[in-house]
Antibody, heavy 121, light 106 residues
Framework: QVQLVQSGAEVKKPGSSVKVSCKAS????????ITWVRQAPGQGLEWMGR????????NYAQNFQGRVTITADKSTSTAYMELSSLRSEDTAIYYC??????????????WGQGTLVTVSS | DIQLTQSPSFLSASVGDRVTITCRAS??????LAWYQQKPGKAPKLLIY???TLQTGVPSRFSGSGSGAEFTLTIGSLQPEDLATYYC?????????FGQGTKVEV
């Protein structure tokens, strides 16, 4: 079955960057869209961006343009999300997720366990 | 970007009640809308996609309807385990966007 395993919790200083990994197993990594979603404490879900590994195609939410970079390493079936210029409001759980199907548009169906990123001086 | 507005933001209901949550989009989404359930401390779970397609393994008391820019998630007979927050997500365009969520208290 499809599994997404994310890297561990991080504590970062304001102004620094964080890079979260997401290793996929149980399916063909290259063809499926990988999405990153975050959730601040007590808040709703926020779509950040996505990548299609086989194409290297990315889209980002306007709120994160210029600060977020999503990449994928096809050789290790791992996706990455790097967020720069961190501020306290970036404290959140960051989820990676995979689409249900390669047929577009497809809903997000499989989720990682989440990675807590805390930004604090 | 497509904006999604859910209503209500919070609802309290009893076991066995029929519960309805609405998601309104700022533009037509061609039925490309999904619903998710998120329980405290857990990742979201896909319930419904393409407005009305039930995801495999999801109980049949969950159903979705609607078209164009207005969609509904219905829980036919609320169960204690349905305590959760529910989100809609539009799949029509990038960037994707979520509704703000509806917290259901049983």
């Amino acid at each position: 079955q499809v599994q997404l395993v994310q890297s561990g919790a991080e504590v970062k200083k304001p102004g620094s960057s964080v890079k979260v990994s997401c290793k996929a197993s149980g399916g063909s990594f290259n063809s499926y869209t990988i999405t990153w979603v975050r959730q601040a404490p007590g808040q709703g879900l926020e779509w950040m961006g996505r990548i299609v590994p086989i194409l290297g195609l990315t889209n980002y939410a306007q709120n994160f343009q210029g600060r977020v970079t999503i990449t994928a390493d096809k050789s290790t079936s791992t996706a990455y999300m790097e967020l720069s210029s961190l501020r306290s409001e970036d404290t959140a759980i960051y989820y990676c997720a995979r689409d249900l199907d390669v047929v577009v548009p497809s809903p997000i169906a499989y989720w990682g366990q989440g990675t807590l990123v805390t930004v604090s001086s | 970007d497509i904006q999604l507005t859910q209503s209500p933001s919070f609802l309290s209901a009893s076991v066995g009640d029929r519960v309805t949550i609405t998601c309104r989009a700022s533009q037509v989404t061609n039925n490309y809308l999904a619903w998710y359930q998120q329980k405290p401390g857990k990742a979201p779970k896909l319930l419904i996609y393409h407005a009305s397609t039930l995801q495999t393994g999801v109980p049949s008391r969950f159903s979705g309807s609607g078209s164009g820019a207005e969609f509904t998630l219905t829980i036919g007979s609320l169960q204690p385990e349905d305590l959760a927050t529910y989100y809609c997500l539009q799949l029509a365009t990038y960037p994707r966007t979520f509704g703000q969520g509806t917290k259901v208290e049983v």
